[in-house]
T-cell receptor, first 112, second 113 residues
Framework: GAGVSQSPSNKVTEKGKDVELRCDPI?????LYWYRQSLGQGLEFLIY????????KSGLPSDRFSAERTGGSVSTLTIQRTQQEDSAVYLC??????????FGPGTRLTVL | GQQLNQSPQSMFIQEGEDVSMNCTSS?????WLWYKQDPGEGPVLLIA?????ELTSNGRLTAQFGITRKDSFLNISASIPSDVGIYFC?????????????FGQGTILTVHP
């Protein structure tokens, strides 16, 4: 596609359940990023991929969060045993190497 | 860790007025970026600044990369209703943290027709 796509656009889950969020980057972009945006806040860096490897996982808030990227393309962010404080918009971005980052529309996660 | 202080937090202006917002940091950034976010959308890049002292324009938008590399401002001239949204500054430190953007808290802009 022409831009970064994310799915689902909205996810409502119960506390304690696991969720998977998907990101399809712009074709050919080698770098992929995940950010989290809480209500009324700026974006908080979570993890960065260059190809399939993640040289910077420093932003993952706890060991309940993990991410992988396969084939240098699609990435999945997994949150295990979700908590209410995980409720936020999760944004994915991609770039050619570490150039300008283009963002997807985000997945709005609500943990009840 | 690195933090960006963005101000003002919100602005309410009349159509046709000019707007100015800025970001400051306690540490140096090698690249400054300004994004706009509409409701339900991801941020969209408006202007990128790559060199200290650089002044760049994009239509009615003008942004500058501060000489100290610790600040940047964004001006919007002759505002129109479609300028409504949240504006974010972001910095890229480079080096071992290359690729990792640090964002300001955002400026919510409301334009009254």
């Amino acid at each position: 596609g022409a831009g970064v796509s994310q799915s689902p656009s909205n996810k409502v889950t119960e506390k304690g359940k696991d969720v998977e969020l998907r990101c399809d980057p712009i074709s050919g972009h080698t770098a992929l990023y995940w950010y989290r945006q809480s209500l009324g806040q700026g974006l908080e860096f979570l993890i960065y991929f260059q190809g399939n490897s993640a040289p910077d996982k420093s932003g993952l808030p706890s060991d309940r969060f993990s991410a992988e990227r396969t084939g240098g393309s699609v990435s999945t962010l997994t949150i295990q045993r979700t908590q209410q404080e995980d409720s936020a918009v999760y944004l994915c971005a991609s770039s050619l190497f570490t150039d300008t980052q283009y963002f997807g529309p985000g997945t709005r996660l609500t943990v009840l | 860790g690195q933090q960006l202080n963005q101000s003002p937090q919100s602005m309410f202006i009349q159509e046709g007025e000019d707007v100015s917002m800025n970001c400051t940091s306690s540490s140096i950034f090698n690249t400054w970026l300004w994004y706009k976010q509409d409701p339900g959308e991801g941020p969209v890049l408006l202007i990128a600044l790559y060199k200290a002292g650089e002044l760049t324009s994009n239509g009615r938008l003008t942004a500058q990369f501060g000489i100290t590399r610790k600040d940047s401002f964004l001006n919007i001239s002759a505002s129109i209703p479609s300028d409504v949204g949240i504006y974010f500054c972001a910095g890229l430190a480079g080096g071992t943290s290359y690729g990792k953007l640090t964002f300001g808290q955002g400026t919510i802009l409301t334009v009254h027709p």
